[in-house]
């Protein structure tokens, strides 16, 4: 059985012809980055922070996880989960739909929620949820497809994930008087994670500039066929 993230790049790499556009990852860490805020980058076990008390503990809000569902949302994403997989023609030998275990531990047959927050989750569980709430989203292949193509993931993120049902129902009076600040707190997010990529390349290059070093000085310490196998294919122990 596919992950739904192998559906989801079979969806838009070969149906809408994306490529290699439409592996999802950097959509998700983008959104995720913005969700989980600057305390708990990227963090699974996220919590929304709404302040603290006198004793500067934190006080929570309805958001949990990697990409802060609250309970409605994550619901709605198990629901949409089970549909992703009917949409895939997922089904056992006796016929009946297959879905991945983990599931029945979310909702059960009635889509009842089972479980009391997205932390109770792995990870990896709370990415296919995400995606899959995002790909069954009414009105939203198209804001995908742009997303992927241009890299630009704030009106996807505002509309389908933020937005709740805004792709097909329209934003809430509530939602609307919020929105321009919801976008700058997303550019702010993006420009923030772009930074980070940059220090993390950073830091890898000087990594790999460590290991070139040691390779050269002290040959003898590594294995000379390993090493020639990784500057073959790799050309990162090679000193220019």
């Known amino acids: 059985m596919k992950t739904i993230r192998q559906l989801f790049i079979d969806k838009f790499s070969e149906l809408q012809g994306l490529g290699d556009k439409a592996d999802p990852q950097e959509m998700m860490n983008t959104m995720s980055w913005h969700e989980t805020g600057p305390n708990q980058r990227l963090n699974p076990k996220a919590v929304q922070i709404l302040g603290y008390d006198d004793e500067k503990n934190i006080i929570e809000g309805e958001g949990k996880g990697k990409y802060q569902f609250e309970k409605p949302a994550l619901k709605d994403a198990a629901r949409l989960l089970k549909m992703t997989y009917r949409d895939a023609g997922s089904k ?16 059960d047959e009635d889509g009842n929620l089972l479980i009391d927050d997205a932390r109770e989750l792995t990870e990896e569980q709370q990415d296919e949820l995400f995606l899959s709430n995002l790909m069954m989203k009414k009105k939203s292949d198209v804001d995908i497809i742009k997303a992927l193509d241009e890299g630009d993931y704030k009106n996807l993120w505002l509309v389908h994930h933020w937005g709740g049902s805004a792709g097909s129902k329209g934003f809430t009076d509530k939602q609307i008087k919020q929105v321009s600040e919801r976008e700058t707190a997303f550019d702010e997010s993006v420009g923030s994670y772009k930074q980070f990529k940059v220090e993390m390349e950073k830091q890898q290059r000087q990594q790999y500039a460590g290991m070139n070093q ?21 050309g990162v122990l090679t000193l220019m």
């Open 92 to 107: 056992d030998d006796k016929g009946e739909w297959k879905y991945p275990d983990w599931i029945h531990k979310v909702v």
């Open 214 to 234: 040691v390779m050269n000085d002290n040959p003898l310490q590594a294995d000379k066929e390993v090493v020639k196998e990784l500057q073959d294919h790799c």
